[in-house]
Every structure is written in C-alpha cells, then in structure tokens.
C-alpha cells in the first residue's frame, strides 16, 4: 500500500468540490506554535524543526512535502508524528489525518535532523506540493471533507538582517521613518 489510503481520503474531498479555496499555510519552524520561521543550525547535535499548519479556519488532514534544502548541511534522520494516520515521510510527500477538525495553528509534525553547524546564512527551507498530490498543491481537506488548497510556508535557515522569513518590509523615505517618531 503505497499512498493508497491518503489519496482516497483527498480523492473524496475532490469529488466532493471542485472549488479549492485557500486553507492557510503549511510551514516549517522553530517553535510547536509557528510563530518562528527563523530556523537555526548552531552547532553539531540533534536539532528539531517543526511542521506547522496556520491560519486555518477548519482543518482535518493535510498533504505536504518538507525536503532538506540542499543548502543545509544537515542529514534528516527521521519524522516525529503526532497524529495517528500518517503515510509517507516529509521528505518525500507526507498526508496527515488530524483526527478531528482543527482551527488556527496545527503541530503536524517535527523533523529530526543531525546538524553541523555549517549551514551558510541565508538557507531557505520550502514547504512544497507532495508530488503524488493530485492536483499539485500543498493541499488540506476542511472541516466539511472539501479539498482545499493551503500555501507552503518558507523558512529561512541561519537568517541574517539580508534574508528574512517574514512579511517583506515595505520601501519608505527618511522622513516617514522620522514621522513615525516625532512626538
């Protein structure tokens, strides 16, 4: 059984709608909360990332895939689960089943790595469709079994004040920066 059990759970949710409304985002980060999408790699030793959905109004499953970006120089050990339904790995395409309908943020799952500390800054780390997913996007299925789509979130791994996971801060003139603290 290959992925047989995740895409008939997905493939209900297709046959079901064919509108495929956003469903938040599917990020990899520092924190259970994905609040921290500023990833670190310090040191050698074990280092655990986190899968997190966000923004969701209602979620039960996801499907997603997490490669190691070949600018980390890390070695992916293994996939922590949280949930019971689990097929694949995040490496190479992964559908989680919640169990029950989830809203705001989901720990999905945490990604052990073996780190080494020599990860150059700047290290994006993409949350991508996996690729058995039909159609391919990073998908979840809402509360009322509807196949939606979520956004694949982007961390960025050794962050410097170059390269930033964040909202992009918008231009402004020294005098709106100045305006923003006169009294």
Not at 23 to 40: E, H, K, M, R, W
Not at 140 to 154: E, H, K, S, W
Request: aromatic share 10%; proline share 6%.
């Amino acid at each position: 059984m290959t992925r047989a059990l995740s895409l008939a759970v997905l493939a209900v949710a297709l046959a079901a709608g064919a509108a495929f409304p956003q469903q938040g985002s599917i990020g990899v980060f520092a924190d259970t909360y994905g609040l921290n999408c500023n990833l670190p790699d310090s040191g050698p030793g074990l280092t655990l990332y986190y899968v997190v959905h966000v923004n969701t109004t209602g979620s039960t499953a996801c499907q997603f895939s997490a490669p190691k970006p070949a600018c980390f120089t890390a070695m992916w050990l293994s996939d922590l689960n949280q949930f019971a339904v689990n097929i694949g790995n995040s490496q190479v395409g992964a559908s989680v089943g919640y169990g029950t309908c989830r809203v705001g943020s989901t720990l999905v799952m945490g990604i052990n790595y073996f780190t080494n500390g020599l990860t150059p800054p700047c290290c994006f780390y993409t949350v991508l469709p996996d690729p058995n997913a039909v159609p391919l996007a990073v998908l979840t299925v809402d509360c009322n079994n509807q196949l939606r789509t979520a956004t694949g979130g982007m961390s960025v791994i050794n962050a410097t004040f170059a390269c930033h996971c964040g909202p992009a801060a918008g231009e402004s003139t020294w005098g709106q920066v100045k305006a923003l603290y006169a009294g």
